[in-house]
């Protein structure tokens, strides 16, 4: 188990365009209702890519931000929880000890781990530095969404406890890690595809790369494009 920090915020505009992003976001001590798109006063400024019921929550575990320091160094003191846009801040878990389907207890709420964060170009906007969100996509410390399950009031303090994970339950860091690769392996793609709990969006993108690698096979392939940071 482990103690939460929670965030909310609200629309900040970044450009004269009229682009905004609800990536600044403030401590909370609670208790404050989480409903099933998420904690009440907190907003998403792109509904298309952020927000909804299988994105209700974000988590970042906050032993990221050392590691995020260590290749930012200029920037050490911006790094701290709830700065890279997170509704939950807890140590202990990471992507590598929670899985796809995991469905944890955050006091009398459930959640359920849905999807790993792709990180956004907002990213190096919020740091004024370029390279933070292609470093957390290159390092795999891209946190991961919920969906809750069950609402409840909720507060700064709660204890988060693993409850139950799925049989077939894929850990985020692998499922991550496959992802990036060049050519992954058909099998374990196949595999990620049924991941227990996986988005309908995620299984997609995993379902067309498997379909492409199987349309292609012996046939020489591109090199993947670079990492473009995107909103998803």
Not at 35 to 53: N, P, S
Not at 134 to 153: M, Q
Not at 169 to 192: F, G
Request: with cysteine; net charge neutral.
């Amino acid at each position: 188990m482990s103690g939460v920090h929670l965030f909310v915020g609200g629309l900040t505009r970044i450009d004269d365009q009229g682009q905004s992003t609800g990536i600044w976001k403030q401590a909370i001590s609670g208790p404050v209702e989480l409903g099933i798109e998420g904690l009440a006063g907190d907003v998403q400024a792109d509904r298309r890519v952020h927000g909804g019921v299988d994105k209700a929550l974000h988590q970042y575990p906050e032993q990221h931000y050392r590691r995020l320091a260590e290749h930012f160094p200029a920037i050490a003191a911006q790094l701290l929880a709830g700065s890279i846009g997170e509704n939950v801040s807890a140590g202990g878990f990471d992507e590598s000890s929670v899985c796809i389907g995991d469905v944890f207890r955050l006091g009398r709420a459930r959640l359920q781990v849905s999807q790993p964060r792709s990180p956004c170009w907002k990213i190096d906007h919020r740091y004024g530095t370029d390279g933070v969100a292609r470093s957390v996509a290159e390092l795999g410390l891209t946190g991961w969404y919920y969906r809750v399950v069950s609402t409840a009031a909720v507060s700064s303090g709660d204890q988060l406890e693993l409850l139950d994970r799925l049989p077939g339950a894929v850990s985020l860091a692998e499922l991550w890690q496959v992802w990036r690769q060049h050519r992954p392996d058909q099998e374990t793609l196949a595999r990620l595809c049924a991941a227990p709990g996986l988005t309908a969006g995620w299984q997609k993108k995993l379902h067309d790369r498997l379909h492409w690698l199987r349309a292609n096979v012996g046939a020489a392939l591109p090199d993947r494009p670079s990492f473009h940071p995107r909103q998803d």
